[in-house]
């Protein structure tokens, strides 16, 4: 075990280099790429001298060699992670308002407090089944009246509404970066459905053994009795499913008509199950895990 162990520790270490983040070693345990182990068994590895010929450790981060300097920056972008998820979190106060909604969370870099200072903040928004294209419209019309919408050039600290799924909580890409992604988003509205997008998705498992969902420290938004009251009362404003189609079929145009729908590399799923737009997908996913690649190689 100790051989594969010391793999998948090197492994992981090497896959989040690419995105300039080093890991403490419970983080390594928790999101190791391979079978599962006990904490203790990778604090043991870590401490071995031939691991050490690869991995370097200071202030408690373990890096590849000669990535010294990610470990300030790190705490420096965990700083204004903290700070863009408190503004998500008063954002999240008047979105708990749309009919349908079940969750949100704050996904991306900011979810996984890896973010620069000028970038946007991505949320996963979860909507009843049935009502997606409803939930959708309803929820960019608030964040745009609420002058927070990422749009043309106004982009940091925005907030972009990149993905959109349903409580049958079906999602299309399943791979190693997007089990990255599921795993570090942040709930800060309706959690209790995270676990359950957890045990639905299972395949999570076959890339991140070891990890389970733990309750960020972050205070999540809970409703009140006045915020279900106003959802109640518009989601029978809204119950219609001739709202719901008339909606589909105005946003699926939309969205066929979009450029960035037929950009060479970018991925945009239009279902009623989710929506996602990434027109820059082939830099992230498919990008990332050619430099781990690349790092894999050169460890070797």
Not at 118 to 133: A, Q, R
Request: net charge positive.
């Amino acid at each position: 075990m100790a051989d594969n162990l010391s793999k998948n520790i090197l492994s992981t270490v090497a896959y989040y280099d690419v995105m300039d983040y080093p890991m403490t070693a419970f983080e390594i345990w928790k999101h190791l790429i391979g079978e599962s182990c006990t904490l203790a068994d990778v604090i043991g590895e870590l401490e071995k001298e031939e691991i050490k010929k690869y991995i370097s450790e200071f202030r408690g981060f373990y890096f590849l060699k000669d990535r010294k300097d990610l470990v300030e920056q790190r705490i420096e972008r965990n700083k204004i992670s903290n700070w863009k998820l408190k503004k998500a979190r008063g954002i999240i106060f008047w979105l708990r308002l749309v009919p349908f909604v079940k969750m949100i969370a704050v996904a991306g870099r900011v979810g996984a407090k890896n973010s620069r200072s000028g970038s946007d903040i991505d949320m996963l928004i979860i909507f009843k089944h049935g009502k997606i294209f409803t939930g959708r419209f309803l929820a960019t019309v608030l964040v745009h009246f609420l002058g927070e919408r990422r749009h043309e050039d106004k982009i940091s600290n925005r907030i972009c509404f990149n993905h959109f799924i349903t409580d049958k909580l079906e999602v299309c890409v399943q791979d190693l970066y997007s089990s990255h992604n599921y795993i570090f988003i942040t709930p800060l509205y309706g959690g209790d459905l995270f676990g359950k997008f957890l045990e639905k998705n299972v395949w999570i498992k076959n890339y991140r053994s070891n990890f389970s969902f733990l309750e960020n420290n972050l205070k999540a938004v809970n409703d009140s009795q006045l915020s279900k009251r106003v959802r109640f009362f518009l989601e029978k404003i809204f119950s219609s499913d001739r709202i719901e189609k008339k909606l589909k079929k105005w946003q699926s145009e939309k969205i066929k008509k979009n450029p960035l729908t037929e950009k060479k590399g970018g991925m945009i799923i239009c279902s009623e199950t989710e929506l996602a737009f990434w027109p820059d997908f082939e830099n992230q996913g498919p990008r990332i895990f050619e430099k781990f690649q690349e790092n894999l190689k050169k460890i070797k």
